[in-house]
């Protein structure tokens, strides 16, 4: 018993080291970054480093909302207010070894477009194989000025390939019966359970999609390279290229290593030129009186709830339908806010938690206030009922939209249970459907209900994009049954209004809000972005002020008369106390 006391108590101990210590960095990490403003150099060459792993939008809990990271749509808003800033120069890119996404590369190969035609340059430089999962990495630096390869390096950039796995075969082996019902033939997410292979269905949603984004992709590449589309597919469709062969052919412009592409970049910029990470670019402001828009991000899974979690080490669930439907809610009672564009990126979820987003959106149009959907890499089944009542809706190219459909079952586990020797038996009372989703299979009665309640779901999805998009039920139901499409599809079949990226959403909302095109609006973040302090407060319950002072004693703490008063009081105590102090006089450099 007294080892186990023991144990226990150094176990609280280290507990109690490691909050502490944590605690004590990130409080460091604050003052530091609050109390030191380095100057601003004349010539500024951003770099933005494709290989590192970007969410959508900027974290708003947990530990990663301290850091300030911003999000990809950020990064977009940041190289849009550099075009007029007369320091920046130029922008250096890393170019992504595996791939950005399609939607993505498309979004900032038009942000590099806008950046160029003010007069501001782009070199990006690869490392080696690009484009192991599609077009993406060479896509999305296609439009640089200069594209650098490290010698001895292949150019890899083939087409798409979607892969699907399927459990159907194991489930017969184990005796698990899944029981699950799509609506219509295209929702083919169930398939992966109820079936071996691709359905037809399935399969031609898939090739139109793939052939739909490669040749999106095939003539954005021509173009930037000026070069004809029919022989940049030879050329890709070839396999990898030596880096050598892929100059000859134009699809490069220069072999050499990261630091000389960087050197030459910070070269042409002009004397004493420095390199700026992106995500830590001050854009120039709006004036404080430039009129408002709102930016409410939802990304990843819609879910119910607010989505809050205990963890400080993870943060909630970008999609929570309490927290987006308060975001669009408070953003719509906000007199200064003249719009609001909402960035879609999920793959849906429940039906429940979208309605419920969808009904905020209604709320706030009901008060005048227009709505535009910014769909990002998905926007697809949940991700486009949230979608479906907006005023406006742009999607990419290259977006992955539609899935208008429902699924929904159960794993009858009963026969699987039983080759381990597991039996069941039960006892119910309330009707027939108080054991539906128990461990056995749907009695006919049961699976007709659970049909018939997923068939008025289906309903309801149809009617709200039917009375969003101007259609009728039989209109929408003939591009829905739960078929994906690409934007560039879902333009033609009626399902979004433009394609274009998260800054034409922007000029977009400006346009429903009556600004003028010539000014440069105020964007307000909904859900609340937190400061490094109040991420801080809410993870360890201290408080901004007490933050806030700490970083006051830092910055006198740093000023030389305060130090040089300091220093003459620690001496004298220390000659008070019989010490013997050999000090040189403290100076400062300059």
């Not at 990809?72 to 320091?87: N, P, R, S, V």
């Not at 809706?393 to 208008?404: C, D, K, P, V, Y």
Request: proline share 5%; charged share 20%.
């Amino acid at each position: 018993m007294k080892t186990f006391f023991l144990s226990m108590a150094g176990a609280l101990a280290a507990m109690f080291i490691f909050i502490f210590l944590m605690f004590s960095f990130l409080m460091l990490l604050i003052v530091g970054a609050s109390s030191s403003k380095p100057e601003r150099p004349d010539a500024v060459v951003l770099s933005l480093d494709l290989n590192s792993e970007i969410s959508d939008q900027a974290p708003t809990g947990g530990f990663a909302a301290l850091s300030g990271t911003p999000g990809f749509i950020d990064l977009l808003t940041k190289l849009k207010a550099a075009e007029t800033d007369d320091h920046v120069k130029g922008l250096f890119i890393r170019g992504a070894f595996i791939g950005t996404g399609s939607a993505r590369a498309e979004e900032l190969r038009q942000a590099i477009q806008s950046f160029r035609d003010q007069g501001k340059f782009v070199i990006a430089h690869s490392q080696g194989t690009l484009g192991v999962s599609g077009p993406s990495a060479y896509w999305s630096i296609s439009a640089a000025d200069e594209i650098w390869m490290q010698p001895g390096s292949d150019l890899v950039v083939p087409g798409l390939t979607f892969e699907t796995e399927f459990f159907k075969g194991l489930f017969d082996k184990i005796g698990v019966t899944p029981e699950i019902y799509p609506f219509y033939e295209y929702k083919n997410a169930p398939n992966s359970y109820n079936k071996t292979e691709y359905t037809e269905p399935h399969k031609l949603a898939l090739a139109t999609l793939a052939e739909s984004v490669w040749t999106v992709a095939l003539g954005d590449i021509a173009a930037d390279r000026a070069l004809n589309a029919a022989s940049v597919r030879t050329a890709l469709e070839s396999g990898p290229i030596p880096s050598e062969k892929a100059i000859e052919l134009k699809l490069l412009d220069k072999t050499g290593y990261p630091e000389q592409a960087s050197e030459a970049a910070l070269e042409k910029a002009g004397d004493d030129a420095e390199l700026v990470d992106l995500a830590y670019y001050a854009a120039p402001a709006p004036s404080l009186r430039a009129p408002q828009i709102a930016i409410v991000g939802g990304e990843g899974a819609v879910v119910t709830g607010g989505g809050d979690g205990n963890s400080p080490f993870s943060s909630p669930p970008g999609f929570a339908s309490d927290n987006i439907a308060r975001a669009i809610l408070d953003a719509g009672k906000n007199e200064k806010i003249k719009a609001i564009v909402f960035r879609v990126d999920s793959p849906g979820g429940s039906p429940v938690a979208a309605d419920q987003i969808w009904n905020a959106i209604e709320r706030v149009q009901a008060d005048g206030k227009p709505v535009i959907v910014s769909m990002g890499s998905l926007a697809a089944s949940g991700g486009y009922y949230v979608s479906a009542g907006a005023d406006y809706i742009i999607a990419n190219r290259a977006t992955i939209t539609g899935s208008i459909g429902i699924y929904g079952g159960k794993f009858a586990i009963e026969g699987g249970l039983n080759k381990l020797g597991i039996t069941f038996d039960r006892v119910s009372v309330g009707g027939e459907f108080a054991d539906a989703y128990g461990a056995d299979t749907f009695t006919e009665t049961q699976e007709a209900a659970v049909k018939d309640m997923l068939k008025r779901g289906y309903d309801r999805f149809l009617g709200i994009v039917a009375d969003g998009r101007g259609m009728t039920y039989d209109e929408v139901h003939e591009v829905a049954r739960g078929r994906i499409w690409s934007g560039e599809d879902a333009l033609e079949v009626g399902l979004v209004d433009e394609l274009g990226t998260f800054i034409d959403a922007i000029e977009k909302a400006k346009e429903l809000a009556g600004i003028e095109a010539d000014v440069t609006p105020r964007l307000v973040y909904y859900p609340h972005r937190p400061t490094g302090l109040e991420a801080l407060e809410s993870l360890f319950g201290v408080s901004a002020e007490g933050a806030e002072a700490a970083i006051m004693l830092n910055r006198l703490a740093d000023d030389k008369n305060v130090q040089s008063l300091l220093e003459q009081l620690a001496a004298a105590e220390a000659v008070n106390s019989g010490q013997t102090q050999a000090v040189i006089p403290r100076f400062r450099e300059r």
